[in-house]
C-alpha cells in the first residue's frame, strides 16, 4: 500500500493507505465454461507472477485488469 495525504470532513490533513490494485469477487463464464469464480486479490508493489495450466483464465484476467474484456460480476480499482 502507499499512503495519500488528502483533506477530511473536517479539513484536517490524513493519510490513507491505498493498494495500488484490488480486484474484488470477479468472475467470468464463456458459455457453460466458468474461467473466473469469485477471484480477489490486492497488490501494493509486489512482483508477482500468474502461474496456471491452458485454459484455467491467466489471459482472462489480465484482461479484465486492463480493460479490454468486461468481468461478468465484480470490481478492480486501479490506483490513480
Do not use: C, W, Y
Not at 58 to 78: R, Y
Amino acid at each position: 500500500a502507499f499512503l495519500i495525504t488528502s483533506p477530511d470532513a473536517t479539513g484536517f490533513f490524513v493519510q490513507r493507505r491505498r493498494n495500488m490494485l484490488q480486484v474484488k469477487n470477479i468472475t467470468k463464464t464463456f458459455g457453460d465454461k466458468t474461467v473466473l469464480d469469485n477471484v480477489s486479490f490486492s497488490l501494493n508493489h509486489e512482483v508477482v507472477g500468474l502461474v496456471g495450466k491452458n485454459g484455467a483464465g491467466k489471459s482472462t484476467l489480465f484482461e479484465i485488469i486492463n480493460g479490454t474484456i468486461l468481468p461478468d460480476s465484480g470490481t478492480i480499482d486501479h490506483e490513480k
